[in-house]
């Protein structure tokens, strides 16, 4: 959910008039980064990233990097001025929610789609636990990052869907083409039951209602392609027989020129033979 300036200026009005930070107009935004960075170190040890990674040494490095995507997601994208420990909870989702729709999708993902469902337990803790928080925004962003090696080749997009619990472990997502199945229509339906979940966040590519058209099926598309080539070999075919024909034509020229050549040659030396006798 994206509120736009406007909209999420009206849904934090009363929570910004109660942070703690200094909230006074012009408030430097550094500042406001340094509060943040500091509650993060001081709940630090009671983080359920920390027990994953205590649990989980091999992937502290792919942890770290999405904790630190997650933070620089939340000065880029988050309000200034806010202290999340002092929203509602229904405060605290909009403002989650309107950050995650602000992540931008890479390129080669222009058509994509996407549903995020996060359970109470999970919201309890990414509002207590900011480290925890900084690991959902930043698994979204490297999520949604990863190149797509498909875009060149046609490819129509995806549907893509994320549950995320109160641990890391509880993470689980799925996706799949938008043509999953053999049709659109189909994936759209499968995907659009997925989606209508309670506390569903969609999410959307900036071309994500273009593609594919909603009569596409593998059974047309083989059809057009079998069409298609048929229509491809009858060109090379025609091609073909037209440069034989051209061919033959001018080697038909070139034997009738030498005939009348060789006609004309013997009908001089037959003239010449006539007056020496």
Do not use: C
Request: aromatic share 10%; hydrophobic share 30%.
């Amino acid at each position: 959910m994206d509120l736009g300036v406007n909209g999420r200026a009206v849904a934090y009005q009363n929570v910004i008039g109660r942070t703690k930070a200094s909230n006074k107009e012009g408030a430097d935004k550094a500042g406001n980064v340094i509060e943040y960075k500091v509650r993060y170190s001081e709940m630090q040890a009671d983080s359920v990233v920390e027990d994953y990674k205590r649990k989980h040494p091999s992937d502290s490095g792919n942890v770290d990097k999405m904790v630190n995507s997650g933070l620089r997601a939340r000065e880029m994208y988050g309000a200034s001025g806010i202290d999340t420990s002092e929203m509602t909870m229904d405060e605290y989702k909009d403002y989650i929610t309107d950050i995650l729709g602000k992540i931008p999708f890479h390129a080669s993902h222009p058509y994509d789609e996407e549903v995020i469902y996060i359970s109470e337990a999970g919201w309890e803790q990414m509002k207590n636990d900011p480290e925890y928080e900084a690991w959902v925004l930043g698994y979204n962003v490297e999520n949604r990052a990863v190149p797509n090696p498909f875009f060149g080749m046609g490819d129509m997009g995806m549907y893509g869907v994320e549950h995320f619990g109160a641990t890391i472990e509880e993470h689980h997502g799925e996706g799949y083409s938008k043509v999953y199945g053999g049709t659109a229509a189909g994936a759209r339906s499968m995907f659009e039951g997925m989606a209508s979940g309670k506390g569903a966040i969609r999410n959307k590519a900036s071309k994500a209602g273009l593609q594919p058209p909603e009569d596409w099926s593998l059974e047309e598309e083989q059809r057009k392609a079998r069409k298609k080539n048929k229509e491809l070999w009858d060109e090379i075919f025609e091609a073909r027989l037209r440069v034989k024909k051209d061919n033959d034509s001018r080697f038909t020229k070139k034997r009738l020129e030498e005939m009348r050549l060789s006609m004309m040659g013997l009908g001089t030396g037959g003239s010449y033979a006539h007056r020496n006798l």
